[in-house]
Every structure is written in structure tokens, then in C-alpha cells.
Nanobody
Framework: QVQLVESGGGLVEPGGSLRLSCAASGLTLSTYAMGWFRQTPGKEREFVAY????????YYADPVQGRFTVSGDNAKNTVYLQMNNLKPEDTGVYYCAARGAPYIDTRAAEYDYWGQGTQVTVSS
């Protein structure tokens, strides 16, 4: 059974940092493409970042480019999202997701497995 578990969310002031983790079981993350998405009430799930670290491929949504970094750890079967210089508009529930197809896709519907999400709140 595939399971993705996010952690690391919380409350942080504007300009602060958080690192989210996504630990996987039931699949080997290095053989999947991984995405990070976020969602706020009343809005659709929004693409944030993508990684396929077997080929060192990453991609970011424009609003987070230069502030967020996605990475992976094969030994821990975990993918991370380092978020720096956080802004109030980064607030939301953050989800990691896995897809078996080997190319970049920013559409949530194209991902096969999802975690339960972790809340990130950026506020003073």
C-alpha cells in the first residue's frame, strides 16, 4: 500500500523559513516524479514544485521561484520542500504527490498518489 506522509508545517512570520518533508512507503520515490501542491479554502489545488531527482530535474511555479527548493533523499525515501522568505500568500495546506510518468506535469489530476497535507500559515 502506497503512503505519503507530509510533515513540517506550522506558523511562521513573513520572511521566515520552513522545511516540509514527504516520507514515502510502498513506492521508491527515486523512480517517480514528485510534486508539491498547495491549496487554500475555495481555491483549486495549485502546483508549487516538481522533482525527478534520478535525472536531477526540478521545476517551480513562478510565485515560488528563487524562494523554494525541492530536493530528495534516496536513503530516507523522502522528498523535501525548503521554503525561504515566506509570504502571507504562501499560506495553505501543502501536499506532496507522486506520479509514475517520467515527465513534468503541473496538473494535480495527473498525479497518482497523495499525502494528507500539512498546514502552513504565514502571518505576523
Amino acid at each position: 500500500q502506497v503512503q505519503l506522509v507530509e510533515s513540517g508545517g506550522g506558523l511562521v512570520e513573513p520572511g521566515g523559513s520552513l522545511r516540509l518533508s514527504c516520507a514515502a512507503s510502498g513506492l521508491t520515490l527515486s523512480t517517480y516524479a514528485m510534486g508539491w501542491f498547495r491549496q487554500t479554502p475555495g481555491k483549486e489545488r495549485e502546483f508549487v514544485a516538481y522533482i525527478r531527482w534520478s535525472i536531477r530535474s526540478t521545476y517551480y511555479a513562478d510565485p515560488v521561484q528563487g524562494r523554494f527548493t525541492v530536493s530528495g533523499d534516496n536513503a530516507k525515501n523522502t522528498v523535501y520542500l525548503q521554503m525561504n522568505n515566506l509570504k502571507p500568500e504562501d499560506t495553505g495546506v501543502y501536499y506532496c504527490a507522486a506520479r509514475g510518468a517520467p515527465y513534468i506535469d503541473t496538473r494535480a489530476a495527473e498525479y497518482d498518489y497523495w499525502g494528507q497535507g500539512t498546514q502552513v500559515t504565514v502571518s505576523s
